[in-house]
């Protein structure tokens, strides 16, 4: 990723797309601006984890912003960028922004400096963002509000302490099984699944992993895209974050795989693909998945899921329970953006069909 050489000059200051020179000034104005930056628990510094969030696949020239006075950066706009597809065609979505200024700096206009470089065009840019509504209310009054789309995801919740396991195996005998080892390539004994199935830790996503994304992503109208080098930056780099990633195989070809987040007190399925034809693995995977959460003392472990995924009766068949209340999460085009109201208007339908997980969100 390289400096645009786009620029917009105002009052001495200059707003332009980053470059990873940026990465260390970048990373002091955030931390200072933030009591707790990222929210995500990290085992690496903030400078290797900007220079992880600015370097996802496929991330235009000059896509995160900054401004600078006498070359120092002193306000940012640092996004969170990935593919994604929708009716088969690729867009470049924003996820979250960290929108900070140096603390001396702010009341100077920087931030408004920022936006209108962003909305003139100069910036690349990215055809829709996709986040969770906004908590800060000036935020929300800086979105197109006319532009905005909604959507909505179920909380599954698979709760892990002694009674509910009793209480699930009772009902379901098969979708518990015994302990396992933490390391890549620790082999987890199969159950509730088909008897082919081998699950496995997995450290990296390979040629195999871009196979099984393009036998799913055809089955939903809207993901983002889940391919090796996508997933290997987002859930592989240990920058990212505390991970562990389960693999399902059959004869060795993946055939699914799960994403648990792990944090000091509880751990998350943050992300599931299967193979549209092989959903019976998500069996013998969600059960081996289950267990290391447990082998890891969480108390339960939560799911985001599309109202009407395919993979409910796999969640459901392992002992996952869909919550009542709803999350409701945006589509709106970014400034500088080229989202057309066509593009808009189907992110909004209530039809469209999608996959959209914890994952899909920058703080996950
Ligand atoms: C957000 C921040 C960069 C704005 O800079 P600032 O110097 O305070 O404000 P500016 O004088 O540059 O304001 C310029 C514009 O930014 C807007 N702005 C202020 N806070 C904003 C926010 N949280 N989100 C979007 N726009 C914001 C202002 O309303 C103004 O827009 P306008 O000209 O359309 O009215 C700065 O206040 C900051 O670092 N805050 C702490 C971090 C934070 O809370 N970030 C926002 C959430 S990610």
Not at 151 to 168: E, F, I, M, Y
Not at 180 to 193: E, K, N, T
Not at 248 to 276: H, M
């Amino acid at each position: 990723m390289t400096e645009t050489p786009i620029r917009l000059e105002r009052g001495g200051y200059v707003a332009r797309g980053a470059s990873l020179a940026d990465v260390p000034a970048i990373a002091a104005v955030v931390q200072a601006a933030f009591d707790r930056w990222p929210a995500v628990e990290i085992d690496c510094s903030a400078v290797e984890h900007v220079e992880w969030k600015m370097t996802s696949p496929g991330t235009p020239a000059g896509h995160h912003t900054v401004v600078t006075a006498d070359d120092q950066v002193v306000c940012l706009k640092l996004r969170w960028v990935g593919r994604a597809r929708i009716d088969g065609a690729e867009y470049v979505t924003d996820t979250g922004a960290d929108f900070a200024a140096d603390l001396a700096y702010r009341g100077r206009g920087l931030g408004r400096l920022l936006t209108d470089f962003e909305e003139g065009g100069a910036r690349s840019r990215g055809d829709l963002a996709m986040d969770l509504p906004p908590s800060n209310d000036v935020v929300r009054e800086h979105l197109h509000a006319e532009d905005i789309r909604s959507q909505w995801l179920t909380v599954w919740t698979r709760p892990l302490g002694l009674r509910s396991t009793l209480a699930t195996l009772r009902r379901q005998p098969l979708a518990l099984a015994g302990a396992v080892s933490r390391s890549a390539g620790a082999r987890f004994r199969p159950r509730g699944g088909p008897r082919d199935v081998e699950v496995r830790s997995i450290d990296h996503f390979d040629a195999g992993a871009d196979r099984l994304w393009q036998a799913a992503r055809d089955s939903v109208d809207f993901a983002r895209i889940r391919d090796a080098a996508y997933l290997n930056w987002r859930y592989a780099d240990p920058r990212s974050g505390r991970r562990e990633i389960l693999g399902a195989f059959v004869d060795d070809e993946l055939l699914g795989w799960t994403v648990l987040r792990l944090t000091n007190t509880s751990a998350q399925l943050i992300d599931v693909l299967l193979a549209p034809r092989r959903l019976d693995v998500g069996a013998a995977l969600l059960a081996s998945t289950i267990d290391r959460a447990r082998e890891l003392q969480a108390h339960s472990l939560d799911a985001w899921l599309a109202p009407g995924s395919q993979y409910e009766p796999v969640l459901r068949r392992a002992g996952f329970a869909a919550g009542s209340d709803p999350i409701r999460y945006e589509f709106f085009a970014p400034r500088g953006g080229s989202t057309t109201a066509e593009l808009i208007d189907r992110l909004g339908d209530p039809n469209l069909s999608t996959h959209v997980t914890m994952g899909d969100f920058d703080f996950n």
